[in-house]
Every structure is written in structure tokens, then in C-alpha cells.
């Protein structure tokens, strides 16, 4: 929640893809360059329409942090002053405000990514083509990768678990939430909401109704 009036709080960001920093302290998103973001961001004129915007703002003493790049495709913050940012080319790097960038890896997804999710050692990468590609926060190493074998498994989104499981929407028009053992690359639970359904759980059976009416 934010008070108005409110320095960082504007017509451009926060906007509905803008997200709780991992700590909670502030919000970031990843805006592209315009006209209004310009003006709104204070991005000089030497940098092109099109561009990446990075932003995050804290809460306490509303700062803002503000970076920009032709490359910048999609960003999670760890803290409003820790960025992992996915590039265009498939790269990922950390940049921590007052340090700099801390590590970059190239071609660790095949085209853009989108980052799902993030735990204190994981940034959960989501390639274009349906790739899940899981990133160690400290060096930028890839712990695992994980190609879907069909469509119908192809991930539209997916989340980390504490048990080292992922969480993963699957199967387009009649999305379905799964289990994917990242150890093994199979899929090892695969309709939750059928499971919950059949324990009595009444708002997996609306949930089911409503997906199937959208089918």
C-alpha cells in the first residue's frame, strides 16, 4: 500500500505487473521506454524508445533506483538495490546498487526470459519456447534445466517449492497446475486441483468449473 501523493508513485509505475521486492521492502517491475516513462523515469534522450526501464522503489524514505538498457527484457528484485535482470539475447545478470553487477551468464536461455519466482538461492527463469531453467542467486550457475517433452506440458508459469519441487501451469487452453521433479525432469503429481477437488476442497472444484467454461 502506498500514500498519495507519494515520490515514485506515478502514472507509469507501479503498474498491474509490478511486484513485492523478495524482502517486502519496496516494489520493482520492468517497464519499456516511451514517451510517458521518459518523462515520468527521467531517462535522457540518448536512450532509445523500446528500451528495458528497471524500477524499484522502497517504501521507507520512498527512493527509488532507476536502470536502463536496449537489453533489459525482464527483472526480479531481491531488495529494491538487488536486481537479477533476464536479457533479450538470453543473458542473466545480478546488479546490486553501490556494487555494481556482480555476475552476468551468457545464452542461459535461448531468447528472452521471463524470471517466475526467486527464493533466497534460485531465480526460476521462464524461456519464451517453455523452458524452465532454474539459476543459483550467488555465482549465476544453472542448477537445472528443464525442457517440456510435449505441448501439453509446455509451462505458462510455475513457481518454487521448499521441498526442491516446482509448481508449474501447464497445457494452454486447459491449463492444469503441476508438480515437476526438477531431479528427475518428470512431471510427479499432475492435476492438483483434481487432488484437492477429490479431498473436498470446494474452492479447487469452482476453480475447475470456471477453467472449463473459459475451454
Given at each position: 500500500r502506498g500514500r498519495g501523493p507519494n515520490d515514485g508513485l506515478g502514472e507509469t509505475f507501479p503498474t498491474?505487473?509490478?511486484r513485492l521486492t523478495r524482502d517486502g521492502k519496496g516494489l520493482g517491475?520492468?517497464?519499456?521506454l516511451g514517451p510517458k516513462v521518459r518523462a515520468e523515469m527521467g531517462v535522457p534522450g540518448s536512450a532509445a524508445d523500446g528500451a528495458g526501464v528497471v524500477v524499484t522503489y522502497r517504501f521507507a524514505g520512498e527512493k527509488m533506483l532507476i536502470r536502463f538498457s536496449e537489453s533489459f527484457h525482464h527483472t526480479v528484485a531481491?531488495?529494491?538495490d538487488d536486481l537479477v535482470i533476464a536479457l533479450r539475447d538470453g543473458a542473466v545478470l545480478r546488479y546490486r546498487s553501490g556494487e555494481g553487477k556482480l555476475w552476468e551468464k551468457a545464452a542461459v536461455t535461448a531468447g528472452p526470459a521471463r524470471i517466475v519466482d526467486t527464493d533466497a538461492a534460485t531465480a526460476l527463469l521462464l524461456a519464451e519456447k517453455g523452458t524452465l531453467v532454474a539459476v543459483d542467486l550467488a555465482k549465476g550457475d544453472v542448477r537445472w534445466?528443464?525442457?517440456p517433452g510435449s505441448a501439453a506440458e509446455a509451462p505458462a508459469d510455475a513457481r518454487l517449492l521448499r521441498d526442491g519441487g516446482v509448481i508449474v501451469q501447464v497445457g494452454?487452453?486447459?491449463a492444469r497446475l503441476a508438480v515437476l521433479d526438477p531431479a528427475t525432469g518428470k512431471i510427479v503429481r499432475s492435476d492438483l486441483l483434481a487432488e484437492l477437488e477429490a479431498r473436498g476442497v470446494p474452492r479447487a472444484a469452482a476453480a475447475r468449473r470456471a477453467r472449463a467454461s473459459r475451454a
Open positions: 498491474a505487473t509490478s517491475d520492468t517497464l519499456v531481491v531488495t529494491p534445466r528443464w525442457k494452454g487452453e486447459t
